[in-house]
């Protein structure tokens, strides 16, 4: 089997599609569909499933996927193990997270990281879509609350996230919000229309309470979300690390502090190949050490 043709089968086979992988290696489309023709001849196996409406790998696709995930990574951490002894340039880690926590709390806490170990360098990814850059290697690890599954993903637990229910105090007194029944007068503030984004709050109340949400602001930022509750436009619910601040200062409170919505579990998901690689464990270590994020979500 010729190493390029399986390079460019495992990135298609990660991307999931010829266009993005061709503009990946620098390729033009054709010459993706011809290694993996050429790959498929070498073996005498179809690697494709041309009749799938998607692309899909075949049983022996998803075998030589397999292989090729622990050849490339144990190449690339042989690559870095001898960079690394050489130290001429900082090994890069790659870090998706989501985008409220990765601007204002991860951020703040990993300059004591790279003084600790100054031959790493970090480049972040501040999404709410991030499985996808982790299947394809855009990322080394994510820091999410979605709960992702994989037979080669690694979970490793991080902290539990709160949420709360913010609303002006002005805004709370001029509405005259006294209950539950009293959200159908006013304006919810929610990533999206759905009320998805509420689901926690919804599930820690009567369910015969659960309609009284009715005019729904869409607002696809949590700091729109907390602007906007600020302002009075309306009712919010954001992870309670989010307005600490604006809370303790009483620039916002929350309406129903008798409901205890339930909780996200942020976990750190790494591929389990990339658990060999000695940067991405230091990450992980202090991570999931740190004291500010433990004392902060508590």
């Given amino acids: 089997m010729d190493l390029y043709h399986l390079k460019t089968f495992f990135t298609l086979a990660k991307i999931r599609n010829f266009t993005r992988t061709a503009d990946h290696l620098h390729i033009t489309q054709s010459a993706v569909s011809h290694a993996v023709k050429k ?6 196996a179809s690697l494709i499933d041309r009749k799938s409406r998607d692309l899909a790998l075949t049983d022996a696709g998803k075998i030589l996927f397999r292989s090729c995930e622990k ?9 870095q193990d001898l960079a690394g002894l050489k130290k001429q340039t900082p ?3 790659r870090v998706g997270a989501t985008v409220e926590f990765g601007t204002t709390i991860l951020i703040n806490h990993i300059n004591a990281f790279l003084e600790e170990f100054p031959d790493f360098h970090i480049d972040f990814l501040f999404s709410h879509h991030l499985l996808e850059p982790l299947r394809q290697d855009t990322v080394d690890l994510i820091i999410d609350c979605e709960p992702h599954m994989g037979e080669n993903l690694e979970k490793i637990h991080l902290f539990q996230e709160q949420y709360v229910t913010i609303a002006a105090p002005e805004f709370i ?5 006294t209950c539950l ?26 369910s015969d309470k659960r309609d009284c949400l009715k005019q729904v602001m869409q607002i696809n930022h949590i700091r729109g979300i907390i602007n906007g509750a600020v302002s009075g436009l309306g009712i919010g619910f954001v992870p309670k690390y989010t307005v600490m601040e604006e809370l303790k200062k009483s620039i916002l409170m929350d309406p129903f502090p008798h409901i205890t919505p339930a909780a996200d579990d942020f976990h750190i998901f790494i591929k389990k190949e990339r658990m060999g690689f000695e940067k991405n464990r230091q990450l992980i270590t202090y991570l999931t050490r740190l004291a500010p994020l433990k004392n902060f979500f508590q």
Avoid: C, H
């Fill in 173 to 177: 007194q001029k509405k005259q919000i």
């Fill in 39 to 44: 790959l498929e001849t070498s073996i005498d």
């Fill in 71 to 79: 050849i490339f990574y144990e190449l690339e951490k042989t690559d």
């Fill in 181 to 206: 029944d009293d959200l159908a007068r006013v304006r919810i503030l929610s990533m999206d229309k759905d009320l998805d984004w509420w689901r926690n709050f919804m599930g820690a109340i009567p």
């Fill in 91 to 93: 090994l890069t880690i």
